[in-house]
């Protein structure tokens, strides 16, 4: 049976074929921050669903893995933002951070390349 074309460009991985033990640097930071920025969104939306003072484990949580960014971030949030809002401040922040920590290593040939295949 042929390859879908959907699934088959014609690109393979460039350099060693284990890019996840060889772009471990890389990897882990990204993943990192990826994981902080669903945790703020969740920690928001759990938020709007959840009464506040409630004894939710989850909403604990999130607001244990995220308070140490939400700190800083309100010092630099105008007030005029509700308070609420500061978790999606905050993911923006980290969306900003990712992709210039993506950009940084892409400059310096640090991130998994494709290349064409032939």
Request: charged content about 10%.
């Amino acid at each position: 049976m042929p390859p879908l074309p959907f699934f088959d460009r014609g690109f393979r991985l460039a350099g060693p074929s284990d890019i996840w033990w060889s772009y471990l640097y890389f990897h882990l930071p990204n993943y990192a921050l990826s994981v902080l920025f669903y945790t703020l969104f969740g920690r928001f939306l759990l938020g709007i669903v959840v009464p506040p003072g409630s004894h939710n484990y989850i909403l604990r949580w999130f607001c244990r893995l995220t308070d140490w960014l939400i700190g800083p971030v309100d010092r630099i949030t105008p007030r005029m933002i509700p308070r609420v809002l500061l978790p999606p401040v905050a993911a923006f922040w980290v969306i900003v951070a990712r992709v210039l920590f993506f950009m940084a290593m892409f400059q310096a040939g640090l991130t998994p390349r494709m290349a064409p295949a032939g």
